[in-house]
Structure formats: structure tokens, C-alpha cells
């Protein structure tokens, strides 16, 4: 018999695969950081000796969920200025709150807060843009997460770097220290279109052929954006981007609310990813992504929650739950979003954005075992008669109680095995009491 680390055998086992299936009577093993098979009990058993046999009697399995997009350290400024639109938001608070506050400890505190979270709610990856994206990377490194680091790139300075120069050279120097990590990768992380100007675009683009990088960016994020995009350089901000030479399979386009038909096209044509962020956008009503139509014309679409600052949370159940009833609605037709396509959205299409689809995203033999539990005895989940429809319809995050990456155990039993809670808190508590006192 073959020796693996670990067997998993839960009460039903989902792989997000072409079979949009939940199987049962399934097993899932594990050696080292990779998934060695997943099969029938019986067949797992006959083949495999676990170190570890884990029974999971009234609990799903899954992918864990990629955040495609998001902001960790904004952790520190959930609930700092809500209930304003877009700019107004971004430009007389939270700019200015990060000019003041923004160093290596926000990040680091508001990042290990994130991971907190996030972990809890069954995240096992994430996207991130933000300033000190190498106090970021060091965080997700030491608590055993998965993240997709952001090179940041802005015309204006800030407390990190100076110019798009600045942010460029250290973006590089990020992304050379993290060659042989197990768990980070990086992306060129231009913040948008209005606030990176054409020559370090086009530098970027340059960069990301020659290294085969991907580029996160938010785009068409709001009318006003659009509107700002027509009036300075006479093109919508995709036309911009397409004259750039941006547009392709390199880039993830963030939030994407304002399109127009042609455009859906094309981005489909040019194998553009797209993460839906459905949450932030409501509540800062900057408007909808058109799933519908985006998924019925192709295009590959990924979830994200954004920052806890305009969210308020990262919690990616909520974000599915959401996305599929957005869609639903604003398209008039129950089937827009059926579940497992919102659940394939916040796992498998999540990894295809951060072009590690090969790596994670799915339960398959050879990939990473990222992968969690959820336990859907709750009252709030029974009975079950379709244990998809129960996690993206009726779950919460309470009922995560299992998360591995990299085939490490970091939430047993909803316990943290390598982050402390209270410690975070206690620094998360002690920035907000220091924030609210310059802030009277």
C-alpha cells in the first residue's frame, strides 16, 4: 500500500469540475502540499495508508475559496467612512487617512487581521494590491497562505514610493525575493486607469510580456471614471487600454460595472479575466457587472470581495450568495447564476485570474491541496437535499470549519493553528483607538 499524510473522507465531496457534481461515499488523500487522488472510500482504502485518517460525517469539501481581488491591510479601516460614493470616499477619507496612517505595522497588523478573516470564512488565497506589498507577502509567507501579491503602481507618491519609476523598480525587487516561494506569486498592479498615466503602462505591458506576468487593475469601476476617461483622453477607459496594448490574457480587469456590448466582446475575444466584486460595488453604488451577459459571451469571471473598508467584510460565502442573487435580478432569469457556476466563480475561476488554474482551484490529483470544510449540520443548512445549493444559498461562515493549504491544516476545528487571534485584535483594537483620537 502507497503511505500518504492524510485521508479526508467527508459526507460529500466537491470538486468543481465539468461534472458540476457533489459526490458521496468519496475520499480525498494528501501527501506532503499535493493531492494524491481523490476516489471512492473503499478504493482509497485498498490503495492508501494515511498517517491521518480525518471523517468529516455531515461536512462538504471543496476547493478553498480565491479572493481574486482585494485590499488586506484596509482591514484597519473597516467602518472608517461609510455610506458615500466612490470618490468621495476614496478621495476626502480613506486617501487621506492612508497618507497619515499607512507604514510597515498598519500593513502588517491590518494583513495578519485579514488573514484572520479570511481563513474563517474559507479563503485559502488571495489577490491583493496595497502599499509595503513585501510586508504583505512576508505576512501570507509566515501564517502558510497563499497570496497573489500585487507590484502597485501609481503617478502620485505616497508614503511607499515616489513615482511610477519607484513603484516599478520595487515591484521588480519584490517579485526577484519571491522567485522560490512555495506559496506567493505577483502581478504588475497598476491602481487604475485615472491614476497611472500611459508611459508606465506601457512600460508595464513591456514588463509583463517579457516575464509572462499578469496585470491586475481596476477598471470601469464607476460612470464617473468613464466620464473622466472620455473628457482627458477622448476614449472610454478599454479603448485607452486597448491603444496600450493591454488588453489580453494577461490582464484581470477589477469590477467592470460600466460595459457596453461591443466591449464584452472584445474582451472576450482578447481572453481579458474579470473579477465581480458585488458587494463593494452595491455599497458604494458604483453599479453592476453585467454577469449574464458576461458569462453567456464567454468571458471567464472570477469573485472578489474588495477591501473591508468598502465592503465591510471578506467573506466570500457572502460574495457568492450575492453575486448569484445580483445576477439573478438585475438579468430577470432565475438560471443567470446557477450554483455551481457561483461556487466554480469563488474557487477554479478565482485561480484562472491569478493564472494558477493549473495549481488550484479544483480537487484533482497533482493540484495543491487548498481545501476546506463546511459543516452543514447547522439548522440554518438542514435538511440537505442538494449540498451545493445549501452553501452558496443558505451557508455562512460560521460553518467553516476546516481549511488546509499547501496541505497544512491553518483552521482545525475553527481554530486558527498558525495565526493568533487574540494578539490581532488586541493591535487592530489599539490603531483604531489611535486613528479615532487624531480623527476628534
Not at 479601516?77 to 505595522?105: C, F, T
Not at 493549504?405 to 494578539?423: C, F, H, Y
Amino acid at each position: 500500500m502507497q503511505a500518504v499524510d492524510q485521508i479526508i473522507i467527508p459526507r460529500w465531496l466537491i470538486p468543481v469540475d465539468d461534472s458540476k457534481a457533489a459526490l458521496q461515499d468519496s475520499a480525498l488523500a494528501i501527501t506532503d502540499d499535493c493531492i494524491v487522488a481523490v476516489d471512492s472510500i473503499a478504493a482509497m482504502r485498498a490503495q492508501y495508508s494515511a498517517a491521518e485518517e480525518i471523517v468529516l460525517p455531515e461536512h462538504a469539501l471543496l476547493p478553498g475559496f480565491v479572493n481574486a481581488h482585494t485590499h488586506a491591510a484596509m482591514t484597519l479601516l473597516r467602518g472608517y467612512a461609510d455610506d458615500m460614493p466612490l470618490q468621495e470616499w476614496l478621495q476626502d477619507h480613506i486617501w487621506r487617512a492612508e497618507s497619515k496612517w499607512v507604514d510597515e505595522n498598519f500593513v502588517a497588523v491590518g494583513t495578519d487581521l485579514a488573514m484572520a478573516e479570511m481563513l474563517h470564512s474559507g479563503t485559502t488565497c488571495f489577490n491583493d494590491m496595497y502599499f509595503f506589498p513585501e510586508v504583505t507577502a512576508a505576512r501570507a509567507e509566515q501564517a502558510g497562505m497563499r497570496a497573489c501579491i500585487g507590484m502597485i503602481v501609481l503617478d502620485a507618491a505616497t508614503q511607499w514610493a515616489q513615482n511610477a519609476d519607484d513603484y516599478i523598480g520595487k515591484g521588480l525587487e519584490l517579485r526577484d525575493s519571491l522567485r522560490h516561494s512555495q506559496l506567493i506569486t505577483t502581478a504588475f498592479a497598476p491602481h487604475a486607469p485615472y491614476t497611472v498615466s500611459d508611459e508606465p503602462l506601457e512600460r508595464l505591458r513591456t514588463l509583463a510580456d517579457e516575464m509572462d506576468c499578469r496585470i491586475h487593475m481596476h477598471v470601469h469601476e464607476t460612470d464617473y471614471e468613464i466620464k473622466q476617461s472620455i473628457a482627458k483622453h477622448q476614449l472610454r477607459p478599454l479603448q485607452r487600454l486597448q491603444k496600450l496594448e493591454l488588453l489580453g490574457p494577461r490582464l484581470t480587469a477589477v469590477h467592470m460595472t460600466q460595459l457596453l456590448p461591443s466591449e464584452i466582446e472584445n474582451l472576450a475575444a482578447r481572453a481579458v479575466k474579470v473579477v465581480h466584486c458585488p458587494q463593494s460595488n452595491l455599497k458604494l453604488s458604483s453599479g453592476i457587472c453585467p454577469v449574464a451577459k458576461l458569462l453567456s459571451g464567454g468571458v471567464d469571471l472570477a469573485l472578489g470581495t474588495d477591501g473591508a473598508a468598502s465592503n465591510n467584510d471578506l467573506d466570500m460565502l457572502a460574495e457568492m450568495q450575492t453575486a448569484a442573487l445580483l445576477a439573478k435580478g438585475s438579468s430577470e432569469n432565475p438560471s443567470a447564476l446557477p450554483a455551481h457556476d457561483a461556487l466554480e466563480m469563488a474557487t477554479l475561476g478565482g485561480a484562472r485570474a491569478l493564472g494558477l488554474d493549473d495549481t488550484i482551484g479544483s480537487l484533482k490529483p497533482n493540484k495543491k491541496a487548498d481545501l476546506i470544510a463546511i459543516d452543514l449540520s447547522d439548522p440554518a443548512t438542514q435538511p440537505v437535499y442538494n449540498p451545493l445549493s445549501q452553501i452558496v444559498y443558505s451557508a455562512t461562515r460560521r460553518q467553516i470549519s476546516d481549511v488546509w493549504v499547501n496541505g497544512k491544516r491553518l483552521l482545525k476545528d475553527r481554530r486558527l493553528t498558525t495565526l493568533d487571534s487574540e494578539e490581532i485584535t488586541r493591535k487592530a483594537q489599539q490603531f483604531a483607538q489611535r486613528i479615532n483620537a487624531q480623527r476628534q
